[in-house]
């Protein structure tokens, strides 16, 4: 329905500015379409989030806010105060921006899709979180490298991508649409690169290289450092990869503490959520 409407509305609109010089429409319908974009907000515990929504993907993060992964919520709640949290595949920012409006942590976000990420840093900004929340344009991997990022959508927002040799989701080939050039980093050479302080907590959310990205995490998350981190487990729960990721996980002294693998059999992703042993 709402794609039909959608539909009738472009084309009333080019009608109506048919009569223009082709410059002029093109102006017109380019100004209109900035005039267009949505802002939408939530209140939560700890204020209002506003977010900025360019596209129907990014409208569905403010919408969904509350019920797309409470689970997430709840352990950003949990964070200890004065504590730094790294955000991989932030895509828009919802959860890492209600982690800088907590006040309890210091926020990476990194988002290598070049129109979310635009997006993203749109949020930071319109929420006034510049000075808490800092995004990078990065894909993070297991290594130092150039590659493509894979997309079957690169609309604001959207999801189903994967960076490098692979480009799979959950198990199934992605459809590829647009190829993005991207540079990738292991999580232990940003910090050995750039600096970056060490993190507290970490979700890893990028559909589908999460044990690739663990991989690259070895020296930061054998440090002792790292207290938690979230991890999106895609397709099946005892598939190889998955099971080499736990195994790696548990070498660098972690237990998981919320997975119950016969519970997930018939979902397709799970945020498991590994401890300090």
């Given at each position: ?41 939530v209140e ?209 002294g972690f ?12 979902v397709k ?9």
């Amino acid at each position: 329905m709402s794609k039909r409407v959608a539909r009738g509305l472009r084309g009333i609109v080019r009608g109506l500015t048919s009569v223009m010089s082709p410059w002029r429409q093109s102006l017109t319908l380019a100004l209109l379409s900035e005039y267009l974009y949505q802002r939408h907000s939530v209140e939560t515990k700890y204020g209002k989030l506003t977010f900025v929504c360019p596209s129907y993907h990014a409208v569905l993060y403010p919408r969904e806010f509350f019920t797309r992964e409470t689970d997430t919520l709840e352990w950003i709640d949990s964070f200890e105060s004065n504590s730094v949290f790294w955000d991989v595949g932030a895509n828009v920012g919802i959860y890492a921006l209600y982690a800088g409006l907590s006040g309890k942590s210091e926020v990476v976000a990194f988002e290598p899709t070049a129109s979310t990420f635009a997006t993203l840093i749109d949020n930071i900004n319109e929420n006034n979180l510049t000075d808490i929340v800092r995004g990078y344009p990065i894909a993070v991997a297991e290594a130092l490298s150039l590659d493509m990022l894979n997309m079957e959508n690169a609309t604001s927002g959207s999801v189903s991508h994967s960076f490098g040799d692979t480009p799979t989701f959950i198990g199934r080939e992605l459809e590829t649409q647009v190829r993005q050039s991207t540079m990738g980093y292991s999580i232990d050479s940003l910090i050995e690169t750039f600096g970056f302080a060490p993190p507290d907590y970490v979700k890893i959310d990028v559909d589908g290289i999460e044990p690739r990205i663990i991989e690259g995490a070895g020296k930061t998350f054998s440090s002792g450092g790292v207290r938690e981190v979230l991890i999106e487990v895609e397709g099946e729960p005892r598939s190889t990869s998955n099971l080499a990721m736990f195994e790696t996980m548990k070498g660098y002294g972690f237990t998981e503490h919320n997975y119950d693998f016969d519970a997930v059999r018939d979902v397709k992703t799970a945020n498991v959520i590994f401890k300090r042993s």
